[in-house]
């Protein structure tokens, strides 16, 4: 996202991609295909290598262009497109692969010599067998008996109460804001008329963390727990004097923070634990003003599924992204550190 005010990156959605004529019969996959290589140069010195030794999968520039072959593109789209393998592809699938072949060759006259590329190996990261890292029962049982304890008791020290909403089984963290409070409507209203408009209410959302919330506790009682943004809440404040005001809500995923865990919270279970929580503990005055919501890292995932719904997305005011994998899962780098770093061999065709 781009900063604004006291460092924080706002983001806004992207615009939306580009329409493509097509016929009635066409699927999306057709249609994401010319999107796809709209980024595509024809300048050699643009193009990547994926390059396998004997430690690591690594994308590097080559000073010899490779390029991919029909074999290797089937491979690779097929997987891309319909999360299969080339051979396990059903007629009406590779009827849409060749569609994908020829707006290429036909829009932007890219296209394939038959056979594969010797060293060349597309990384379909879904397809490929799990190479698991096994720790003893002690680490796990430190993570969430020790450290997630320090960090419970740091959050009730602080003036959070911990929650389970109903729906779902999302757990999470409030702590109300001076005036945060849920109050009736008359006391609202009465309320409203005497004092300011309360900052905007956080919501957040922790990245893959051992423990979880513990590790951002510095992050979130040091800086982003302030009121409006660090700033004052109207003229007659002083700099400063709205921190601590806002309401939070921390939600915590235990699928991601070492915990045992043998279910996960989905897209939809999370909106409606998300839209629960709101109800229950935010004023109608916060809600109608709008809210904050921050994710870091595998955070900013659950946060694309609140944009997703609209009752979630009317009331959102900011989005706030730090490290947001949802937007750079785009660029290879990405899935190359995290998920082939440490391979001991490349993934098979």
């Not at 300048?43 to 072959?69: C, G, I, N, Q, Y």
């Not at 320090?150 to 959070?160: H, P």
Request: glycine letters at 10%; aromatic letters at 8%.
């Amino acid at each position: 996202g781009s900063g604004s005010g006291s460092g924080s990156s706002l983001a806004t959605p992207p615009p939306s991609m580009a329409e493509t004529e097509s016929s009635d019969d066409d699927d999306d996959s057709a249609v994401a295909a010319e999107a796809l290589s709209n980024g595509a140069r024809d300048d050699d010195a643009s193009r990547k290598e994926v390059r396998f030794d004997d430690s690591a999968a690594s994308l590097s520039s080559s000073s010899t262009p490779v390029f991919p072959r029909r074999d290797d593109m089937d491979s690779f789209l097929s997987w891309a497109f319909f999360a299969s393998h080339y051979p396990s592809l059903s007629p009406s699938q590779l009827t849409e692969l060749e569609k994908i072949y020829a707006i290429l060759k036909e829009r932007h006259s890219i296209s394939f010599l038959p056979g594969r590329t010797e060293g060349l190996v597309p990384m379909r990261l879904t397809l490929e067998d799990v190479d698991p890292v096994y720790r003893p029962l002690a680490v796990y049982v430190f993570f969430r008996v020790v450290l997630y304890g320090m960090g419970c008791l740091v959050l009730r020290c602080a003036g959070f109460k911990f929650r389970k909403a109903r729906d779902g089984g999302l757990t999470y963290w409030y702590r109300p804001g001076v005036g945060g409070e849920k109050k009736g409507p008359k006391e609202e209203e009465v309320e409203s008329k005497k004092s300011p408009p309360p900052p905007l209410p956080l919501l957040f959302f922790h990245g893959i963390a051992p423990g979880g919330l513990t590790l951002y506790l510095p992050l979130l009682l040091g800086g982003l727990l302030g009121g409006g943004g660090g700033g004052p809440q109207n003229e007659d404040d002083d700099e400063g004097s709205g921190r601590g005001q806002r309401s939070v809500l921390l939600f915590e995923n235990r699928n991601i923070s070492f915990f045992p865990a043998l279910e996960a919270v989905d897209e939809l279970d999370t909106v409606r634990g998300v839209r629960e929580a709101m109800n229950m503990h935010l004023s109608r005055e916060e809600r109608d003003g709008g809210v904050t919501i921050a994710g870091h890292s595998f955070g900013t995932f659950q946060l694309t599924w609140l944009l997703r719904d609209q009752e979630v997305r009317s009331k959102v005011r900011q989005v706030l992204l730090m490290d947001p994998v949802s937007v750079l899962l785009s660029e290879p780098d990405v899935i190359t550190n995290f998920v082939y770093g440490r391979r001991k061999s490349p993934p098979e065709r």
